[in-house]
Every structure is written in structure tokens, then in C-alpha cells.
């Protein structure tokens, strides 16, 4: 609690005292009047007195509110919560002091128990920031600049690109940059909310706003702080509220036309009937009446609902964004929360982009050490496919029968599992190497010859090459003039892919549709172990805006297709998309600002949980309407027969305005969805 | 140019009135509001002293929300 909670608290504490007390002390040392209004005993402190004693604990609990209606009719801002208060209770007062019944406790606990319910709001909107803010904080405060061998703290601002900052354990990386010299493990879990450390060696891209955990580190920067991943993601987040959603400009037209409505129908309530019966010669019964339009008044105050609807976006945003998922504004949590079609884009996004040993076939020897012959053989090259093999050589992997099929597949060693033998390339083991321009190599390992490239490199030294019946990159490999077997390279699909595309359909996507420049096999062999219906492949970037075009023409009624995309080349389909999902934008800022909602980390399963925090937060928006105004039109209506008194009525307002907030919060905690 | 502010307000309403108010003073483009971040990103026209201008934005806040809190 800040300070001003606490002396709120206090006031509040002091006014409850002060008016329970004034309460038994008005039944031991008050006038007792019978039903016909003769004094019942002698002594008792009159009237007056009572009043200036109660008057006490209202202007301690109430004074701000009082103040603060002035004020707010001088500046013609009449019609707000403050207002309607001063007027429920002022004219609660009034009531009481012209019935002579001394019963000003009510206008006392409407004022207490209405700031009660601000304090409570206050303190619970502060609470959430807070766990918040763990997202915002992930702001450097300066950057380490290395002069004549001294560290000096910098503004990051200052720094310019291509310079070297030096980076401590325990300090954020202020800039974007590659590391120079030193190795490190980076906590990236501020911006993506993966937990899961990340190592930095030479040469690797650091982003900002990871926090260096072990080792000192030199990085030469590659952007400016302003282009900084940082400052991209804390700009996204600070403008997010920019962009309001319809049910938040539904709440602000309706508080607009709303209290004025209401103050209208009070005063009609505190009047017509009155004059209605005056006029048919009944009695008047002015002060029930006035009493009903007040208990009117206090009912109808919006507070429930200009309060707890723009938290729960703000808290879902909060709650997203501590998952790892930024959404730019509320207005695209509502869309993300009526997807019914989601497009996506196939490499970087359901599969890794990279190439990996997928499979060994056909291999005459065992399938290691086919691997460890041609990892020897392609130890010197550089080309990314010998980089796959020597990767996967040195990784370690066990192999498992597909029985469906006969062929080896690797089980890739989660760390528990035993690598067998030592997987470490020994460069003394080689002894010719010749590459083969584009085709392989060939080369002596072990004293073996062996050749590794593709069909042509064999079909030249008269060796016949096995067709391989599976998608991907084929590398042959030939040992001593014989044919040993192949090895399979294909992009890999992203381990939590499947369930990505399952957990989608659970979470009510009706269709979802891959689109990929790639070609028709490809394409189909991954839609096909993903489980995916439809796919459109061998798209051109511009062909794939007008499937889009195509796919937006389809929806069905008030529906919203997302597409998800990894950003590099995916802007002009992100951006004509009801929703744009960027994936894995550390670094990419074209994806950071065409995508409407960022997914920090490359995981597709965050799409679905996307969507599932989504339908949480508006789920709880319209559990917050329907609730508040049904309880207010309820207690409304039986406030206009006279069935409610002040004390319903408080119910009515703070009551549920803190049940609206505890709900209201709730949307924050999307960890386990 | 642009600017942005840290400011102090309890609720999110009242952060969309100052918004409002903001937005109406002379000299202020746009204005933006986060209530989230306790923030107010201010655009001004070109031309406008901002710490003047500010100072309007100031005033115009307080009539529409008294407690509100400005940290130019």
C-alpha cells in the first residue's frame, strides 16, 4: 500500500469507529420518540447535537468526494460518481435531519463503504501493475563503454552502432549486437517468457533486454538503442491501451449518456409520484419518495463498469504479455478472441527453418557410423548441409526402427538418454580431402575412401545411387567404390508443432490453412503429419496476400482469421489479416511492426494459448456487464418500489464493483490456460 | 515532436478522461494515455513550446480528474 492507500485506510477506519460509536450512543443518549412523536424520556441530547456529532465522521471518510464534485461542477464535468454520491448522501442527510429520526448512519457507511470500494480498487489496480511491471522492466539504464581501459557508464542513447559495449553478469545487454569476445548464457525469460537459459558465444546475435547471467561479454552493437529490440518492445507495450476495443468505447458512450439518464429518472422518481398523488388528494409522502430517488441514485452509480472493463484488458494484456505474448491494443485481444480461421505460413513458423539430419537409409554398416564417416569426410567444409551432418554426428543420436517403413530414424538425446562413444571429430583422422564443386567430397578417413555428395558426385565414379522415397536434401555416401547408404536433410518440424495445430482446433478454429512458397511435396508431407486440412503451396509473396484475399471472403459471419507468420518476408500478409501473429520476433522488427500481436518466443503452441487467453479476458468483460447491469437493474427496480433500502443499495454499488475488480483480475493469470 | 511523461492516476477511467482532456488542449497533436505503464506520450504540434504547453495539459487534466498527477 502507498501512502495515500494508508491514510485513506486510516480515515476510513476512524470514520467506521467514530460512527458506531455516535450509533449506540444515539440509542442510550438520544431523544426516544413513540410512533406519535411524544418524547419518551427527559435529558436526552437533542437534535442538533446529533447531527454536528455525525457530521464528524462524514466529512472525515467523505471530504475529498465533496471536494472533488465541487470542483467538478465548476469545471462543468457534473455528472460523475462523485457527484451522484455528494447527491445520495447530502440528500440522505437532509432526510433524516427534516424526519428528525437521527438516522444519518446510512448516508455515513454509503460514503464509507464507497470509498472502501475506491481504496480496494486502487489497491488491487496497483497490485496488478506490479506484477506487470516484471514485463516493463526490462528497460537498461545505461551501457558499458570500455575507454583507455576503464568501464564507463553511457546512456544507451549515446552509444553509437558498431561500437563495443562490455557486459557484466547480472546486467541487462542495453543494445542489439553480436558478441566479439567471451561466452555467456542469456536469461531471456523478461522478453520471451521462456525460462529456459540461452548460451552467447562469439559471433552469436545477443539481443537487448536479455539479461547476462555468467560471463563477461564484449558486444559490438548493430542497431542504434532507439532501433533496439528493447525499445521496439517497450514502445509496443507503452502505446498498447492507444487502441481501444469495442466493448471499452461501449462502456465510455454508455457511462456518457448513462449517469445523466439516471440522475434524470431519480429526480423524476423524487417528484412525479409525489405530485401524482398530491393531485388524485393523497398524501404527498415526500421524504420516502426523495428516500427512493437517493437509494436510485447510489444503485446506479457505474463504477462496477467504467472500472472493471478497461482492467480486464489491461490485466489480459498484463497477463499475455508475461507469457511471452504481446498484443498491440484491446481491440485485437476481442479479435483474437473470435478467430475462426487461422492461415499460416510453413518455414520459421510450424517447422524450424533449419536443416537437420532427418534420417539415415539403405546404410550397409550401422547407422553412427555411416554419421561418423561422413562427418569426418565433411569435417573441413562449411556448407550448411555438412554443418547438419557434423551437428548431428557430434549431438549424438540414437536411432529407432520405423517398423512401418524399415528405415532409421533418429531419437534425438534429450540429455538423459546415453550418448554412446565419443562423438568428437578428429580432424587427424582424414587424411585427403578433395572438394567436388557443388556435388561433395571426397575424401580418405580411417583409411577408407569415401565419397559424400549427391547422385551426380556417385553417377561419376560409376557408384548407382538409391532413390530416396522421402522428402528433403539426399546426401549419398560410398565407401571403398560401394554404395554405404544415404542420409536425409529436411527442415525439421517444430517439436510442439502438432500440438499446436491440435490445441487450435480445441480452442474453436474452425479451419486452418498452411500457405508456403515451398514445393507441392514438401508442403503436403508436412501438412500431412501435422494434421493439417488444406495447404497452398508454391506461393509467391504476392500470391499469398491474395489467397489471403480468398480465405477473408470465406469467413463465415462475424468470424476473425489470424495469420501467423515469422515476419521476415510475411509483412504485406500480416497486415491483411484481421490479426497478424508475428512468431519469434526477437530481433525482427518488420514483424514487430506489421503484426498485431507478437509472440516473443518461436513456439507455435502459443498461437492456440493466444486465442485461449483472449476468450478468458472477453469472457470476463462480458461476465462484468451482464453482471453489474443485471444486478444494478434489478436493485434499481426494486429501489423504485421502495423494496431496496440505502443499505441494498450500497451492495448494489460497491459490492459489485469489488466483486467486478477481484473478477476483473483474474485475467491476469493466464500461466496455466 | 513527441514526449512522454510519467504520470500518477488511480483509475483507468479517469486515465481515459485525462486523455480526453489532453488531447483538447491547443499545441497537443496526440495524445496517448497508459494507464498500464503509468504513462501519457504527448505529441505536439510543431512549433509549440512543450514545457508551455504542458503546463495547459496540466490544468486541463485537474479540471477533468483532480487527482490526477502530471511529473513534467
Given at each position: 500500500?502507498?501512502?495515500?492507500?494508508?491514510?485513506?485506510?486510516v480515515r476510513?477506519?476512524?470514520?467506521?469507529?467514530?460512527?458506531?460509536?455516535l450509533?449506540?450512543?444515539?440509542?442510550?443518549?438520544?431523544?426516544?420518540?413513540?410512533?406519535?412523536?411524544?418524547?419518551?424520556?427527559e435529558?436526552g441530547i437533542?437534535?442538533?447535537?446529533?447531527?454536528?456529532?455525525?457530521?464528524?465522521?462524514y466529512?472525515?471518510v467523505?471530504?475529498?468526494?465533496?471536494?472533488?464534485a465541487?470542483?467538478?461542477?465548476?469545471?462543468?464535468q457534473?455528472?460523475?460518481e462523485?457527484?451522484?454520491?455528494?447527491v445520495?448522501?447530502?440528500?440522505?442527510?437532509?432526510v433524516?435531519?427534516?424526519?428528525?429520526?437521527?438516522?444519518?448512519?446510512?448516508?455515513?457507511?454509503?460514503m464509507?463503504?464507497?470509498?472502501?470500494?475506491?481504496?480496494?480498487q486502487?489497491?488491487?489496480?496497483?497490485?496488478?501493475?506490479?506484477?506487470?511491471?516484471?514485463l516493463?522492466d526490462?528497460?537498461p539504464d545505461?551501457?558499458?563503454?570500455?575507454e583507455d581501459?576503464?568501464?564507463?557508464?553511457?546512456d544507451?542513447?549515446?552509444?553509437?552502432?558498431?561500437?563495443i559495449?562490455?557486459?557484466?553478469?547480472?546486467?541487462?545487454?542495453?543494445i542489439?549486437?553480436?558478441?566479439?569476445?567471451?561466452?555467456?548464457?542469456?536469461?531471456?525469460?523478461?522478453?520471451?517468457g521462456?525460462?529456459?537459459?540461452?548460451?552467447a558465444?562469439?559471433?552469436?546475435?545477443?539481443?537487448?533486454?536479455?539479461?547476462?547471467?555468467?560471463?563477461v561479454i564484449?558486444?559490438?552493437t548493430?542497431?542504434?538503442?532507439?532501433?533496439?529490440?528493447v525499445?521496439?518492445?517497450?514502445?509496443?507495450?507503452?502505446?498498447?491501451s492507444s487502441?481501444?476495443s469495442r466493448?471499452?468505447?461501449?462502456?465510455s458512450r454508455?457511462?456518457?449518456?448513462?449517469?445523466?439518464?439516471?440522475?434524470?429518472?431519480?429526480?423524476?422518481?423524487?417528484?412525479?409520484?409525489?405530485?401524482?398523488?398530491?393531485v388524485?388528494?393523497?398524501?404527498?409522502?415526500?421524504g420516502?419518495?426523495i428516500?427512493?430517488?437517493?437509494?436510485?441514485?447510489?444503485?446506479s452509480?457505474?463504477?462496477?463498469l467504467?472500472i472493471s472493463i478497461p482492467?480486464?484488458?489491461?490485466?489480459?494484456?498484463g497477463?499475455?504479455?508475461?507469457?511471452?505474448?504481446?498484443?498491440?491494443?484491446?481491440n485485437?485481444?476481442?479479435a483474437?478472441s473470435?478467430t475462426?480461421?487461422?492461415?499460416?505460413?510453413?518455414?520459421?513458423?510450424?517447422?524450424?527453418?533449419?536443416?537437420?539430419?532427418?534420417?539415415?537409409?539403405?546404410?550397409?554398416?550401422?547407422?553412427?557410423k555411416?554419421?561418423?564417416?561422413?562427418?569426418h569426410?565433411?569435417?573441413f567444409s562449411?556448407?550448411?548441409?555438412?554443418?547438419?551432418?557434423?551437428?548431428?554426428?557430434?549431438?549424438?543420436m540414437?536411432?529407432?526402427?520405423d517398423?512401418?517403413?524399415?528405415?532409421?530414424v533418429?531419437?534425438?538425446?534429450?540429455?538423459?538418454?546415453?550418448?554412446?562413444?565419443?562423438?568428437?571429430?578428429?580432424?587427424?583422422?582424414?587424411?585427403?580431402?578433395?572438394?567436388?564443386?557443388?556435388?561433395?567430397?571426397?575424401?580418405v578417413?580411417d583409411?577408407?575412401?569415401?565419397?559424400?555428395?549427391n547422385?551426380k558426385?556417385?553417377?561419376?565414379?560409376?557408384i548407382?545411387?538409391?532413390?530416396?522415397?522421402?522428402?528433403g536434401t539426399?546426401?549419398?555416401v560410398?565407401?571403398?567404390?560401394?554404395y554405404?547408404?544415404?542420409i536425409?536433410?529436411s527442415?525439421?518440424?517444430?517439436?510442439?508443432?502438432?500440438e499446436?495445430?491440435?490445441a487450435l482446433?480445441?480452442?474453436?478454429?474452425?479451419?486452418?490453412?498452411m500457405?508456403t512458397?515451398?514445393?507441392?511435396?514438401?508442403a503436403?508431407?508436412?501438412?500431412?503429419?501435422?494434421g493439417?486440412?488444406?495447404?497452398r503451396?508454391?506461393?509467391?509473396?504476392a500470391?499469398?496476400?491474395?489467397?489471403?484475399?480468398t480465405?477473408?471472403?470465406?469467413k463465415?459471419?462475424k468470424?476473425?482469421?489470424?495469420?501467423?507468420?515469422d515476419?521476415?518476408?510475411?509483412?504485406?500478409?500480416?497486415?491483411?489479416?484481421?490479426?497478424?501473429?508475428?512468431?519469434g520476433?526477437?530481433g525482427?522488427?518488420?514483424?514487430?511492426?506489421?503484426?498485431d500481436?507478437?509472440l516473443m518466443?518461436?513456439?507455435?503452441?502459443?498461437?492456440?494459448?493466444?486465442?485461449?487467453?483472449?476468450?478468458?479476458?472477453?469472457?470476463?468483460?462480458?461476465?462484468n456487464?451482464?453482471f453489474?447491469?443485471?444486478i444494478?437493474?434489478?436493485?434499481?427496480?426494486?429501489?423504485?418500489?421502495?423494496?431496496a433500502?440505502?443499505w441494498?443499495?450500497?451492495?448494489?454499488?460497491?459490492?459489485?464493483?469489488?466483486?467486478?475488480?477481484?473478477?476483473a483480475?483474474?485475467?491476469?493469470?493466464v500461466?496455466?490456460? | 515532436?513527441?514526449?512522454s511523461?510519467?504520470i500518477?492516476v488511480?483509475?483507468?477511467?479517469?486515465?481515459?478522461?485525462?486523455e480526453e482532456a489532453a488531447k483538447k488542449t491547443a499545441?497537443?497533436?496526440?495524445?496517448v494515455?497508459?494507464?498500464?505503464?503509468l504513462?501519457?506520450?504527448?505529441?505536439?504540434?510543431?512549433?509549440?513550446?512543450?514545457?508551455?504547453?504542458?503546463?495547459?495539459?496540466?490544468k486541463n487534466?485537474?479540471k477533468?480528474e483532480?487527482?490526477c498527477e502530471?511529473?513534467?
Amino acid at each position: 500500500m502507498n501512502r495515500k492507500q494508508k491514510k485513506m485506510l486510516v480515515r476510513i477506519i476512524i470514520a467506521a469507529v467514530l460512527m458506531i460509536a455516535l450509533h449506540f450512543a444515539y440509542e442510550i443518549f438520544g431523544e426516544q420518540k413513540a410512533e406519535d412523536g411524544t418524547l419518551l424520556n427527559e435529558g436526552g441530547i437533542r437534535e442538533p447535537v446529533w447531527f454536528l456529532l455525525y457530521m464528524i465522521p462524514y466529512l472525515v471518510v467523505g471530504y475529498d468526494i465533496l471536494k472533488k464534485a465541487f470542483k467538478g461542477i465548476l469545471n462543468r464535468q457534473v455528472f460523475d460518481e462523485n457527484f451522484l454520491m455528494v447527491v445520495a448522501t447530502v440528500g440522505a442527510i437532509a432526510v433524516a435531519l427534516v424526519e428528525q429520526n437521527g438516522d444519518y448512519t446510512e448516508a455515513i457507511a454509503v460514503m464509507l463503504f464507497y470509498q472502501i470500494g475506491e481504496l480496494f480498487q486502487s489497491y488491487a489496480v496497483g497490485k496488478s501493475r506490479r506484477n506487470i511491471s516484471a514485463l516493463m522492466d526490462i528497460r537498461p539504464d545505461y551501457a558499458n563503454i570500455e575507454e583507455d581501459g576503464k568501464l564507463t557508464k553511457v546512456d544507451p542513447d549515446e552509444v553509437e552502432c558498431g561500437s563495443i559495449i562490455v557486459v557484466q553478469p547480472g546486467e541487462k545487454v542495453p543494445i542489439d549486437g553480436i558478441v566479439e569476445e567471451g561466452r555467456t548464457t542469456l536469461n531471456t525469460s523478461a522478453l520471451t517468457g521462456e525460462s529456459l537459459p540461452r548460451e552467447a558465444l562469439p559471433g552469436d546475435e545477443v539481443i537487448s533486454g536479455c539479461i547476462n547471467m555468467t560471463g563477461v561479454i564484449r558486444v559490438r552493437t548493430t542497431k542504434e538503442f532507439g532501433e533496439s529490440t528493447v525499445s521496439k518492445i517497450l514502445d509496443l507495450v507503452e502505446n498498447s491501451s492507444s487502441r481501444k476495443s469495442r466493448s471499452e468505447d461501449f462502456i465510455s458512450r454508455f457511462a456518457r449518456y448513462y449517469t445523466p439518464a439516471v440522475c434524470a429518472s431519480a429526480l423524476a422518481l423524487a417528484i412525479l409520484p409525489p405530485l401524482f398523488l398530491l393531485v388524485t388528494g393523497g398524501a404527498p409522502a415526500w421524504g420516502s419518495w426523495i428516500y427512493r430517488a437517493l437509494t436510485f441514485l447510489v444503485i446506479s452509480c457505474p463504477c462496477a463498469l467504467v472500472i472493471s472493463i478497461p482492467l480486464t484488458f489491461f490485466a489480459g494484456i498484463g497477463g499475455a504479455g508475461n507469457v511471452g505474448i504481446l498484443v498491440k491494443g484491446s481491440n485485437y485481444l476481442e479479435a483474437l478472441s473470435r478467430t475462426g480461421v487461422v492461415a499460416f505460413d510453413k518455414t520459421g513458423t510450424m517447422t524450424k527453418g533449419v536443416f537437420e539430419v532427418n534420417g539415415i537409409h539403405h546404410s550397409g554398416m550401422e547407422n553412427d557410423k555411416l554419421l561418423e564417416y561422413a562427418a569426418h569426410a565433411e569435417c573441413f567444409s562449411s556448407h550448411p548441409i555438412a554443418k547438419s551432418i557434423i551437428r548431428c554426428y557430434q549431438e549424438g543420436m540414437s536411432w529407432k526402427l520405423d517398423k512401418s517403413t524399415g528405415e532409421a530414424v533418429p531419437v534425438r538425446n534429450d540429455g538423459h538418454k546415453m550418448v554412446h562413444g565419443d562423438h568428437r571429430i578428429r580432424r587427424e583422422r582424414v587424411s585427403s580431402v578433395e572438394e567436388i564443386g557443388g556435388n561433395g567430397v571426397r575424401a580418405v578417413v580411417d583409411g577408407h575412401e569415401l565419397l559424400v555428395g549427391n547422385s551426380k558426385l556417385l553417377a561419376a565414379n560409376g557408384i548407382e545411387a538409391m532413390k530416396c522415397r522421402s522428402v528433403g536434401t539426399v546426401v549419398h555416401v560410398a565407401m571403398d567404390g560401394e554404395y554405404a547408404g544415404h542420409i536425409l536433410i529436411s527442415d525439421v518440424i517444430k517439436p510442439t508443432a502438432m500440438e499446436a495445430i491440435k490445441a487450435l482446433k480445441q480452442a474453436g478454429v474452425r479451419r486452418s490453412v498452411m500457405l508456403t512458397g515451398d514445393a507441392k511435396t514438401v508442403a503436403d508431407s508436412v501438412a500431412k503429419e501435422l494434421g493439417i486440412g488444406e495447404v497452398r503451396s508454391e506461393l509467391l509473396p504476392a500470391d499469398k496476400v491474395s489467397v489471403l484475399e480468398t480465405l477473408l471472403a470465406e469467413k463465415k459471419g462475424k468470424e476473425v482469421l489470424a495469420f501467423v507468420g515469422d515476419g521476415i518476408n510475411d509483412a504485406p500478409v500480416l497486415s491483411r489479416a484481421d490479426i497478424g501473429i508475428a512468431m519469434g520476433a526477437l530481433g525482427s522488427d518488420a514483424a514487430i511492426e506489421a503484426a498485431d500481436v507478437v509472440l516473443m518466443d518461436d513456439d507455435p503452441a502459443k498461437i492456440a494459448k493466444a486465442i485461449r487467453v483472449a476468450r478468458k479476458c472477453m469472457r470476463i468483460v462480458y461476465e462484468n456487464i451482464y453482471f453489474a447491469i443485471g444486478i444494478k437493474l434489478l436493485c434499481l427496480v426494486l429501489g423504485a418500489f421502495g423494496i431496496a433500502n440505502m443499505w441494498m443499495a450500497i451492495f448494489a454499488d460497491v459490492g459489485v464493483m469489488v466483486l467486478a475488480v477481484i473478477n476483473a483480475i483474474r485475467a491476469l493469470f493466464v500461466k496455466k490456460l | 515532436m513527441k514526449k512522454s511523461y510519467k504520470i500518477e492516476v488511480d483509475c483507468a477511467n479517469c486515465a481515459n478522461k485525462m486523455e480526453e482532456a489532453a488531447k483538447k488542449t491547443a499545441g497537443v497533436k496526440d495524445c496517448v494515455v497508459n494507464f498500464m505503464a503509468l504513462k501519457m506520450n504527448v505529441e505536439f504540434e510543431d512549433g509549440t513550446d512543450p514545457k508551455a504547453v504542458m503546463q495547459e495539459v496540466l490544468k486541463n487534466c485537474k479540471k477533468v480528474e483532480d487527482d490526477c498527477e502530471i511529473f513534467l
